[in-house]
């Protein structure tokens, strides 16, 4: 990977590529640590010492690279715009008006990307309402006695809300910059960059915590699992496909062999997002009536990783995700059609109802393993970081080490290493004569 990033500063245009990508995350930690007009950064500071690393606020934490807790410009960071592109992936299997954008190719992506944006503003302006909302009435921070906004009056929470929902709009335009002029995946990069802020910061709270001897283990554990991330990530059952000749006028075409390559795990990060989301729902609607017996049920059940009820329902939730995403995202009937129109088949399989039959129990196959791998990855550190830190069930080390953030961390890094090698290649191609 060294290798690659040094070749990379070597070419030119590279190099300004990944200078620029570098500048606007720079721009982005700094809009992640600027307070919100109207906040008391003293008082925050306090409260979000009080509240730690562990539960939702952990989560919250990690996900907003610690922005979300301080109440800062970029506090809702990229986490609207992956809501909304959920929402909108979701929707195709619904609307055929969706359906049909996704058809068009480059234009009608142009138009789902569009609306993309239109949902990203409206979820970012729901969100920030309620965020400054519970600020104002001291709910944000529930244990903690201080107060986070210098005054609770309704210009300075609409200001709060106008920043904040602006600040979601910046980071939007920051990620398609770095899409059109940078390197990698913006959105990918950006919330890659609010994850690995948190990991310093959380490394040397366990050596100062725990020694330097469970620091060790907690590096060895965490090596292991990175990389049967990456032995699995890079993981593909390649189908073969062969091309019939025919002709077009006088000339040829056809007659060239390809694959399809189907990846292990096919749905990625998704369906531990989904999981890891639904199961804190719970939790909240219990806040809110903590007397009946339900609401004591769940705090008992679900508060706790490590708890049998807790490992069964998130395993359950991972799994059922897996197999829903990757019924929405590959359609073997539309890949069967095109190979047909093409000219295309599977050796050994008829074109047509076959080849989907045959695309279709593959894919299952397929998404049982990579499903299992999910859950697997989501639960192991979970349960190995119990040992560390029996207090709290190993949830403070999980939301750094857990399934979500090794997953997208893992992933974005290879992606954007592939990217600038493909790049390198197509500027450094010798060809067979020298």
């Known amino acids: 990977m060294l290798r690659v990033f040094a070749q990379a500063f070597r070419t030119p245009d590279l190099r300004q590529k990944l200078l620029f990508t570098l500048g606007i995350i720079a721009i982005f930690r700094v809009g992640s640590v600027l307070p919100t007009p109207g906040v008391d950064v003293p008082a925050v500071r306090t409260c979000v010492d009080l509240a730690g690393n562990e539960g939702i606020y952990g989560m919250l934490n990690l996900f907003s690279g610690g922005a979300m807790l301080q109440l800062a410009v970029f506090a809702l960071g990229i986490i609207p715009y992956i809501t909304a592109s959920i929402i909108l992936q979701l929707l195709t299997v619904v609307i055929p008006r969706i359906e049909a954008l996704r058809k068009e190719g480059a234009s009608g992506q142009a138009q789902i990307t569009q ?51 602006a ?87 056809g007659g060239s062999a390809t694959y399809i390559p189907l990846k292990i795990n096919q749905a990625g990060v998704i369906p531990v997002i989904f999981a890891s989301s639904l199961l804190y729902i719970p939790l909240l609607a219990a806040q809110f009536n903590q007397t009946s017996g339900w609401a004591l049920w769940i705090q008992d059940n679900f508060t706790r990783g490590t708890h049998p009820v807790y490992i069964a329902a998130y395993f359950l939730l991972i799994v059922g995700f897996a197999f829903f995403y ?33 695309l279709a129990y ?53 992606q954007t290493v ?10 450094n191609y010798e060809g067979f004569l020298r």
């Open 115 to 165: 609306y993309t944006r239109y949902l990203t503003i409206g979820l970012a302006l729901l969100q920030a309402t309620t965020i400054v909302t519970l600020a104002r009435r001291g709910q944000f921070f529930p244990n903690c006695p201080e107060e986070v906004l210098q005054d609770d009056s309704l210009t300075t929470a609409a200001i709060m809300i106008m920043v904040m929902t």
């Open 362 to 414: 593959v894919l299952n196959r397929i998404t049982s393993a990579g499903a299992i791998y999910l859950a697997l990855v989501a639960l192991l550190p979970l349960l190995a970081f119990n040992v560390l830190n029996p207090s709290d069930g190993g949830q403070s080390f999980n939301n750094m080490f857990g399934g979500t953030s090794i997953l997208i961390m893992v992933g974005v890094g290879l």
């Open 326 to 358: 990757v019924s929405i995202t590959f359609n073997p009937k539309d890949i069967s059609d095109n190979m047909k129109r093409y000219g295309g088949f599977v050796p050994g399989i008829r074109a047509g109802r076959a080849t989907e039959e045959y």
């Open 418 to 427: 592939q990217q600038i090698e493909s790049q390198l290649q197509q500027r």
């Open 167 to 253: 600040g979601t709009g910046l980071v939007m335009w920051l990620g398609e910059l770095i899409t059109d002029r940078g390197v990698g995946n913006g959105m990918s990069l950006l919330i890659f960059t609010q994850i690995v802020a948190s990991v310093p910061s959380m490394f040397w709270s366990i050596q100062t915590s725990r020694g330097w001897g469970v620091f060790g283990l907690v590096v060895v554990v965490a090596l292991v699992v990175v990389a049967l991330i990456v032995f699995v990530e890079q993981a593909q059952r390649r189908i073969p496909v062969q091309y019939a000749k025919r002709m077009v006028g006088r000339r040829m075409y």
